[in-house]
């Protein structure tokens, strides 16, 4: 007898995002008055600049509300090509770039496009909360290295020869990394495009939080290496971090055109175009000078140089000093409790609210976000160290 399922196979395993979990009970203790301290935001705490603002209103008034082309307009995608030659020394034709709903779903529509049933994506953990749904999404197999702190959590050349097999299809590379901090060298990502282009394998490069790097690093694409990886890179970028846009949605990947070609077919059956106001607004951001995200960058590096200060002090917790992105991803296991206890422990008796690493592919380990006030850094060091202490 045949026994109807109703929800689809591919979506039965789907976990949700544990950073949304955590997110949403903050703002439910928040609404009943409690007075939560943040670390958990995986956003800018800086407005939206009014320049970018006035150019979306200009948009609304001016009638700029209809459908686009589905993988942006032709102002737009030139101005990305400007932007990727300019800052990543990458030359691509508007016909070679998509904008997509946000760099999230740039991953995911290249996923979908590359990945044939059982292919396997090589992720280096711990990752981001998405990158594992979104390839078990397309059918995909995830193949995690493990990192270590004695590294700044990058992969070693070593074990990424070691876990490449013929079913390899591609390699998602985060850096600067959401949760870590951590950032790629030159040479480290030169010694990874020998392999990729040895071994034919696509890279997926995440450089969403490139604007947000410390200590004068400089950030560098992978695929400026040569025309060998370019062919084999799809480089993803977006709005969300570099501009406090995060609600805005605007995200995009640039690659090879065959590749680009079924992205686009993909979002004609899907999303459609991302939205035309934030389009125009991206424009406006875009043909700015980077001021602004300079200065988010200055002010987030104050903020984790005395984030990092007080964790020094505060027992039983360890970390690697993020070099990047603005998180810093802290060590528990002294502390004896699991990630997902320790976060929502926290919460519930100190109202400080921070993700627990579970997600991110590492059990003892929570990440921090020091994307709010030194104030708020300073109000929640103390409770934490106070917690801590009593328990």
């Known amino acids: 007898m045949r026994i109807d399922i109703r929800l689809a196979k591919r979506t039965q395993n789907l976990n949700p995002s544990s950073t949304l979990a955590i997110t949403a009970k903050a703002k439910k203790l928040k609404s009943e008055g409690h007075d939560i301290v ?35 307009i032709p102002e737009l995608k030139k101005i990305i090509a400007d932007k ?25 529509n290249a996923l979908f496009v590359l990945l044939n049933k059982d292919d396997e994506v090589i992720i280096p953990s711990p990752y981001w909360v998405s990158y594992p749904e979104m390839v078990h999404l397309s059918e995909g197999k995830t193949c995690f290295i493990e990192t270590s702190p004695k590294n700044d959590f990058k992969i070693t050349i070593n074990d990424l020869e070691k ?35 040895a071994k034919k394998i696509f890279v997926i490069s995440d450089e969403i939080y490139e604007k947000i790097m410390f200590d004068n690093l400089k950030h560098v694409s992978i695929a400026s290496f040569g025309k060998d990886i370019y062919n084999l890179t799809i480089t993803v970028n977006g709005l ?35 939205t035309s106001i934030s389009q125009k607004a991206a424009v406006a951001a875009l ?26 002090k505060i027992k039983r917790i360890g970390f690697v000093k993020p070099k990047g992105a603005f998180y810093i991803f802290c060590n528990i296991c002294e ?27 590492k059990d003892d380990y929570v990440r921090i976000s020091f994307a709010t006030g030194l104030t708020q850094i300073e109000k929640g060091m103390d ?6 202490n009593k328990l």
């Open 335 to 361: 502390v004896g409790l699991n990630s997902s206890t320790f976060a929502n422990r926290l919460l519930d008796e100190v109202y400080v609210s921070l993700i627990p690493g579970i997600g991110f592919g």
């Open 163 to 197: 876990y490449i097999t013929p079913k390899t299809k591609a390699i998602i590379l985060n850096s600067p990394s959401n949760p870590t901090g951590s950032v790629y060298t030159e040479e480290e990502l030169r010694q990874i495009a020998k392999i990729c282009v």
């Open 38 to 72: 943040n670390f958990a935001a995986g956003e800018p705490d800086f407005d939206t600049p009014d320049f970018i603002k006035d150019a979306a209103i200009t948009a609304i008034k001016t009638g700029f509300t209809k459908y686009t082309p589905t993988t942006g």
């Open 383 to 388: 409770r934490i160290e106070e917690w801590l």
């Open 84 to 108: 990727l030659k300019k800052d990543n020394s990458l030359e691509y034709d508007s016909s070679q770039i998509a904008v997509s709903c946000g760099a999230k779903h740039s991953i995911f």
């Open 240 to 274: 969300s971090k570099s501009y406090s846009m995060t609600g805005w949605r605007i995200g995009y990947l640039a690659g090879p055109a065959d590749i680009v070609d079924a992205v686009s077919k993909l979002q004609d059956h899907s999303t459609s175009n991302p």
């Open 287 to 312: 043909n700015a000078p980077d001021d602004f995200s300079k200065l988010m960058a200055a002010e987030f590096q104050k903020r984790r140089d005395y984030a990092i200060e007080r964790l020094n």
